[in-house]
């Protein structure tokens, strides 16, 4: 079975990142580069990560006109990063043309394509948040119809929460690849996450892929607590 455990590398410098990627890519499946560390040692951190030979998540999150989306999108493709963010919000012409891009721009250079993954709704914003922006306050409601949409546009993947997972698993084709954050041990503090899973409990629902950041990048030893998690998946 493939390694399903994405690494958060939200640390503020190269160094910071690259150090934890030494040490972590026997048992990593991935990292995930998001908007500090982007916006901190810019686009060559993702190139030096992939030089060393590990798949990269790039987080961005992107949410714009799809045609400057779809751009955005054929630069991560330069950068040959495996997985990427798009907001489900942005609408359904920019989806389709941030998957579309994602094709076509990895074929033109033979890489495979990058899974194009869609947010629906930040596990921060609640029912509150919602009625502000001007949407459904119904958080579940809201995520399930960006989800349709997401999928109708021709996305492969999306990340969810835990509170979402399972029943975006029944909703969506099998095939769809589920990216879920907020994994904790039963027995480690929960941070800022309201929610979590244990990282078996995720994938018994029907996660694909784990992104976990703190329990291993803030862990004295982050190479054994990624082991313990590993161990755990296989038990
Ligand atoms: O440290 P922790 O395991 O909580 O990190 C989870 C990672 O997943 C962070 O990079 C965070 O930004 C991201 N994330 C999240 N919740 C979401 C979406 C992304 O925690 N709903």
Known sequence: MRNPIIVA??????EAALKLVEQLTPVAGGFKVGSE???????DI????????????????????????????????????????????????????????????????????PLVLGVTILTSLDTTA???????????????????????????GLVCSPREVAELRQMLPASTQLVIPGIRAHTAPADDQKRTLSA???????????????????????????ERILKEIAE
Do not use: Y
């Not at 955005?72 to 493709?77: C, E, G, K, L």
């Not at 502000?132 to 492969?156: E, F, K, T």
């Open 9 to 14: 590398l939200d640390v503020p410098t190269a």
């Open 37 to 43: 560390l982007f916006t901190s040692a810019g686009p």
């Open 46 to 113: 993702v190139r030096r990560i992939r030089g060393l030979g590990a798949p990269v998540f790039l987080d961005l999150k992107f949410h714009d006109i799809p045609n400057t989306v779809a751009k955005a999108v054929a630069a991560a493709v330069k950068l040959d990063v495996q997985m990427l963010t798009v907001h489900a919000s942005g609408g359904v012409e920019m989806l389709k043309a941030a998957e579309r891009v994602a094709q076509e721009s990895a074929w033109q250079l033979g890489h495979a394509p």
């Open 130 to 156: 919602l009625s502000q922006i001007g949407l459904d306050p119904n958080v579940i409601r809201q995520v399930r119809r960006l989800a349709n949409m997401a999928n109708q546009a021709g996305l492969r």
């Open 200 to 226: 078996r409990e995720a994938l018994a629902l029907g996660a694909n892929w784990l992104v976990i950041g703190r329990p291993i990048c803030a862990a004295e030893d982050p190479r054994a607590a990624a």
